[in-house]
């Protein structure tokens, strides 16, 4: 059975860093692209960073460029979220999730496997 473990998420003072793991299990996920998204209470879910299957290319929404970094261990089944200059903002709960495809995509649809998520909490 394929199995997201999210960690990493915790309460952290606005300007601080955390770094958000996601491991897999039950496959070898090497050659699909993986996404971290979040959802703030109200707010639908959104996309946060996307990175393709040999890491090459990534996306970032907006709000998180120049802040977050998405990374990924192929070797370790792991995907990473380097998260600095943390703002009040970026408070919610974040979420790892497979792609169905190798190339990274923006859109929740393209993703077939969802971690159980991890609450991120900045306070100002």
């Known amino acids: 059975q394929v199995q997201l473990v999210e960690s990493g998420g915790e309460l952290v003072q606005a300007g601080g860093s955390l770094r958000l793991s996601c491991a897999a299990s039950?496959?070898?996920?090497?050659?699909?692209?993986w996404g971290w998204f979040r959802q703030a209470p109200g707010k639908e879910r959104e996309v946060v960073a996307a990175i393709n299957w040999n890491a090459v290319i990534t996306y970032y929404a907006d709000s998180v460029k120049g802040r977050f970094t998405i990374s990924r261990d192929n070797a370790k089944n792991t995907v990473y979220l380097q998260m600095n200059r943390l703002k009040p903002e970026d408070t919610a709960v974040y979420y790892c999730?497979?792609?169905?495809?190798?190339?990274?995509?923006?859109?929740?649809?393209?993703?077939?496997?969802w971690g159980q998520g991890t609450q991120v909490t900045v306070s100002s």
């Open positions: 039950g496959r070898t996920f090497s050659i699909n692209a």
């Open positions: 999730a497979k792609s169905i495809r190798t190339t990274y995509s923006a859109d929740e649809h393209d993703y077939d496997y």
